[in-house]
T-cell receptor, first 112, second 111 residues
Framework: DVKVTQSSRYLVKRTGEKVFLECVQD?????MFWYRQDPGLGLRLIYF???????EKGDIPEGYSVSREKKERFSLILESASTNQTSMYLC???????????FGDGTRLSIL | DAKTTQPNSMESNEEEPVHLPCNHS???????IHWYRQLPSQGPEYVIH???SNVNNRMASLAIAEDRKSSTLILHRATLRDAAVYYC????????????FGTGTRLQVTL
């Protein structure tokens, strides 16, 4: 079974902090994705990566950056956390040109 | 991206079939129809997908209208473990394609 692992289920940080959310997949997938999920808004795509060192902006990239130095790991970075970035963050991966897409169980991030 | 419309919520009795509808009147000929579900406190989970023909797998069946403007996810015997939010998503063909989620249908299953 494909395993997408997010480093933390719950995280509490302070406004202005630099925050790193980590995601690791064990199936050698080329494509990886970061979403955030908010009540009433569904899942919204923040950034995605088609392969190592590649990244593309999704629908809501403002305030975020990403890093993909190794194929199995995709990091989401909040450069200076703000309270409106309090949300559930979901990571996903899939093999290039193949479906389905597999999701992690999410990180619930609170910015105080 | 083509949009989908789903009811906000539905209820079902346990061990009865459930038909979850999805309208996608602006679907293009190359859009695949994907269904995912999200159980409480978990990430979305793949259920099924199809293009034109009806599809079956161990989890569910997908019935696609002849004009492809609507589809129905069928759970043959709902259980309490099927209580989740079900998302109907259109995905265009291509290596650069990605999933755009709406707000889905919250399915409640009762005894």
């Amino acid at each position: 079974d494909v395993k997408v692992t997010q480093s933390s289920r719950y995280l509490v940080k302070r406004t202005g902090e630099k925050v790193f959310l980590e995601c690791v997949q064990d199936m050698d997938h080329e494509n990886m994705f970061w979403y955030r999920q908010d009540p009433g808004l569904g899942l919204r795509l923040i950034y995605f990566s088609y392969d190592v060192k590649m990244k593309e902006k999704g629908d809501i990239p403002e305030g975020y950056s990403v890093s993909r130095e190794k194929k199995e790991r995709f990091s989401l970075i909040l450069e200076s956390a703000s309270t409106n970035q309090t949300s559930m963050y979901l990571c996903a991966s899939r093999r290039q040109g193949s479906w389905p897409q597999h999701f992690g169980d999410g990180t619930r991030l609170s910015i105080l | 991206d083509a949009k989908t419309t789903q009811p906000n919520s539905m209820e079902s009795n346990e061990e009865e079939p459930v038909h979850l509808p999805c309208n996608h009147s602006t679907i293009s000929g190359t859009d695949y129809i994907h269904w995912y579900r999200q159980l409480p406190s978990q990430g979305p989970e793949y259920v099924i997908h199809g293009l034109t023909s009806n599809v079956n797998n161990r989890m569910a069946s997908l019935a696609i209208a002849e004009d492809r403007k609507s589809s129905t996810l069928i759970l043959h015997r709902a259980t309490l473990r099927d209580a989740a939010v079900y998302y109907c998503i259109l995905r265009f063909t291509g290596t650069a394609s990605k999933l755009t989620f709406g707000t889905g249908t919250r399915l409640q299953v009762t005894l």
